[in-house]
């Protein structure tokens, strides 16, 4: 975690607030306010994904005023609770919108500025939204929200709140309450997240949900997004990835445009690497230089999100060599293939974080002479041609069952 402290003026003394900034040196400004466990590690990392993201981070030190520094573990309840006994909400206002000004006029921030809070700070977070001018804000399983509940229509930025439908420290009847406002409310967005509970997107916690978090974190880099900025091409930072690893097959070159510590995850085989060594060495002696000289890739089409990308194409190759991710351990055939694939990329900012890349491995193995596709229901280079050629038959594995004149 890469960060530094500042301190924030306010007319009772001093306060500090964690700061992290974009690799570039400037962005729009992120207040993240904590849980009442304050500036815990959960936090600063945090503080240092969004920095990825491109945004200046702020986060406040908001138990100051009872005592300084407070960055507790989570097995610290006892204390936590005690703080937020004695925490002073409207105090705590005051000292948020000391921490706005103060990210306004820190050198790195540039342009816009939002809020996001987690437990206790997602209720701030709509206090804030209510009451200072915000470009968004992004509340996290806010606790004490049900106390404020007329604040959400005083809410006139983009504000999107996300919620576990197990969490027991906001009752069924207070998620109702809510959804019940934010609906009457055209700026604002409610998520629910089935079969979760309380700090769903903290990773050190029983609760943690793993699903549950990216999607949020999809839609909160959503909303970031459309109204802050920064947008990056995706698609161009996806093309001169892979021609890195297709075309040119320079490993350093293709390791450059990723994060520091990126992961890909060939589902079918389970190949890949974790961690900028563990997948330097894999794209080094199983990947870049391992596919066969004839190598292609058909596009056929593709999906743009805000923080992700999918690609379909047609992966095509002769088996001339091993191709250690596709096909470990297996002997040349000399065979033809063109095999349907997808790459769902996942990016942090400007730079790659993970690729999930899915295929039908059955089919590899029918077209390679491995499977014997006349038993079992697989088919070969023919889900390549129906992916190009819908017109092409369906449901011919089906065998009698399939009834074309009565469909």
């Known amino acids: 975690m890469t960060g530094t402290f500042c301190d924030i003026d306010s007319t009772h003394g001093k306060f500090r607030a964690w700061v992290t900034t974009p690799a570039n040196g400037s962005g729009p400004g992120l207040v993240l306010l904590p849980e009442i466990f304050g500036l815990n590690d959960f936090m600063r990392e945090t503080a240092t994904r969004y920095a990825e993201e491109g945004y200046v981070c702020f986060v406040p030190d908001m138990f100051w005023r009872l005592q300084t520094g407070t960055a507790l573990g989570y097995a610290a309840v006892d204390e936590a609770l005690e703080l937020r006994a004695r925490f002073d909400v409207e105090q705590g206002l005051t000292d948020i919108a000391q921490v706005v000004e103060s990210l306004r006029s820190h050198p790195a921030h540039a342009g816009k500025l939002g809020a996001i809070g987690y437990c206790m700070g997602g209720m701030l977070a ?64 409610m998520h629910t997240y089935a079969g979760c509970g309380h700090s769903f997107v903290s990773p050190s916690r029983p609760s943690y949900n793993k699903p549950a978090t990216m999607m949020a974190y999809s839609r909160t880099l959503a909303v970031l ?19 890195y690893e297709f075309g040119s097959r320079d490993v350093d070159a293709t390791m450059a445009t990723m994060v520091a510590e990126p992961y890909v995850n060939h589902v079918p085989t389970l190949t890949g690497g974790v961690g900028h060594a563990h997948l330097k ?52 055939s000399g065979k033809y293939v063109e095999i349907p694939l997808i790459a769902v990329v996942n990016f942090r900012g400007e730079k790659l974080y993970h690729e999930h890349i899915y295929w039908d ?19 070969g280079i023919s889900t390549a041609h129906k992916l190009l050629d819908e017109t092409l038959p369906s449901n011919e594995l089906m065998g009698t069952s399939w009834h074309p004149e009565n469909p």
Not at 137 to 162: L, N, Q
Not at 225 to 243: C, F, I, N, V
Request: aromatic share 8%.
């Open 126 to 189: 709509l206090r804030a939204a209510a009451d200072q001018q915000l470009d968004c804000a992004v509340s996290y399983y806010g606790t004490g929200i049900d106390r404020y509940m007329d604040e959400v229509a005083k809410v006139s930025c983009p504000m999107i709140f996300h919620v576990g439908d197990s969490d027991d420290k906001i009752p069924a009847s207070s998620r109702a309450a809510l959804a019940d406002a934010v609906a009457e409310n055209s700026q604002l967005s």
């Open 225 to 243: 997004r459309t109204q802050m900025g920064p947008s990056y091409d995706l698609s161009a930072l996806w093309e001169k990835h892979t021609e």
């Open 281 to 332: 060495h894999f794209y080094t002696h199983h990947f870049v230089n391992s596919n066969p000289p004839d190598t292609r890739l058909i596009p056929v089409s593709r999906t743009v999100g805000v923080d992700r990308l999918v690609d379909e194409m047609i992966f095509c190759f002769t088996h001339t060599c091993e191709i250690p991710w596709m096909l470990p351990g297996v002997e040349p």
């Open 361 to 379: 491995q059955a089919s590899v193995l029918v077209q390679i002479g491995k499977l014997d596709a006349s038993s079992l229901p697989v088919a």
